[in-house]
């Protein structure tokens, strides 16, 4: 049973930092990619960024390009997001999410991530 788990979330000033983690447990083949969504109450999940598992190719949504940075180490099945300068429109529940194949996908269940004064 393989399992995502993400932790890090809290609450934060604006202008501030978080780090969030998400880890895989139980047998889990090597990942093509890990990436990292959210989902704003009222609104769609969205992609945030997004890492190759072996090259370390990136890609960011526009919204948090300059903010955030995606990293991961491979070998534990691990994947970061490094969030600075965190804005209030930035609140949301962050999902991690590891593609395996075109037929295989993995979610974790989310952390709160409020940004608030």
């Known amino acids: 049973q393989v399992q995502l788990v993400e932790s890090g979330g809290g609450l934060v000033q604006p202008g501030g930092s978080l780090r969030l983690s998400c880890a895989a447990s139980?047998?889990?083949?090597?990942?093509?990619?890990m990436g990292w969504y959210r989902q704003a109450p009222g609104k769609q999940r969205e992609l945030v960024a997004r890492i190759t598992a072996s090259v370390g190719r990136t890609n960011y949504a526009d919204s948090v390009k300059g903010r955030f940075t995606i990293s991961r180490d491979s070998g534990e099945n691990t994947v970061y997001l490094h969030m600075n300068s965190l804005k209030p429109e930035d609140t949301a529940v962050y999902y991690c999410n590891f593609i395996i194949n075109a037929n295989m996908a993995y979610w974790g269940k989310g952390t709160l991530v409020t940004v608030s004064s």
């Open positions: 139980g047998t889990i083949f090597s990942p093509y990619s």
